[in-house]
């Protein structure tokens, strides 16, 4: 009776290489094992099968009834291990209909959507792109939990399953209505405080990093609404003399698209990183790579 159970995967391979070669010596050149390291492997194989394998005849090496039955079953093993087990599956974009799903805000989405989706248009015109809503308190369960493939925002985090890249560096500008009453005087600080803002963002909290900044100098300025969504602040901007200030990514992104102007900020409020997340076990993947380097391209070309 045989017993094969403590057969190894590099014992296998050399007992093909043998039935190949029916020479000892070539089979061991082939597998980079000295003469006496194939003999004592064969011994083991002989061992472990209950059969001798190849007998010497003369100056050649026949395979007995039993080795010729392995022989075919082998090399069917054997290479259908190494196609399906250890050559992982390629991934062309070209022809590929995969879906990615992304989790980020309507910040996000609304100035890298537009690029990203007009460049997987040409590359990869299957691909399909998801975008969910971030949740901010369990992103990292977002990514883990495979409900997304990647999450993007400003968020830091050290989770020790998940891995990371700064897409861009942005920082933030002013917009106002093209005819707004400012634009005719000198936009200083004092002006910037006179008039109404407009803040985007979740929660109660009518405070952000511009306030931030403001208090810093001694200044504050009235928050009169807030909004939920950026994408809906500038209708607000273009039918009402309210200041809102944004990313500059944002805004370029909607300069075109509204009745505004975009004005540099009459104070330094601190710049920040849009970073990139995914699961650390999809880091090799194929398609995941290749997803998240055509997505920080088209994101810092536009940031550019």
């Not at 963002?201 to 609404?225: C, F, P, S």
Request: glycine content about 2%; charged content about 25%; some cysteine.
């Amino acid at each position: 009776m045989s017993n094969i159970s403590d057969i190894e995967l590099n014992q296998l391979r050399l007992l093909q290489l043998i039935f190949e070669t029916k020479n000892l010596t070539r089979a061991g050149e082939r597998a980079g094992l000295t003469q006496s390291a194939v003999s004592h492997t064969l011994k083991k194989l002989r061992h472990s099968f209950n059969d001798s394998l190849v007998i010497r005849q003369g100056n050649k090496l026949i395979l007995t009834p039993r080795a010729e039955y392995l022989q075919s079953q082998l090399n069917r093993w054997l290479n259908d291990f190494e196609r399906h087990i250890l050559t992982q599956e390629q991934f062309d974009p070209a022809h590929s209909s995969r879906t990615f799903f992304i989790a980020t805000s309507d910040l996000v989405e609304q100035s890298l959507a537009p690029a990203l989706i007009q460049h997987l248009s040409k590359v990869a015109p299957n691909i399909q792109v998801v975008f969910a809503k971030l949740d901010k308190r369990g992103f990292a369960s977002q990514i883990e939990s495979g409900e997304v493939d990647f999450s993007i925002s400003v968020i830091e985090s050290s989770h020790p399953a998940l891995m990371v890249t700064t897409l861009y560096k942005d920082d933030y500008v002013s917009v106002v209505r093209q005819d707004h009453p400012c634009l005719d005087v000198a936009f200083d600080l004092a002006n910037y405080c006179r008039y109404p803002h407009i803040l985007a963002g979740t929660g109660k909290d009518i405070r952000g990093t511009v306030d931030d900044a403001l208090d810093k100098l001694g200044h504050t300025r009235k928050v009169q609404y807030k909004v939920a969504n950026f994408s809906s602040a500038p209708y607000i901007v273009e039918t009402s003399n309210v200041i809102f200030t944004a990313p500059r990514t944002f805004a370029e992104a909607i300069r075109t698209k509204f009745n505004i102007t975009i004005l540099e900020p009459p104070l330094s409020v601190p710049s920040f990183s849009m970073k990139m997340y995914w699961d650390i076990r999809n880091k090799d993947d194929q398609a995941n790579r290749w997803f998240r380097q055509e997505l920080i391209s088209v994101a810092r070309q536009k940031a550019a």
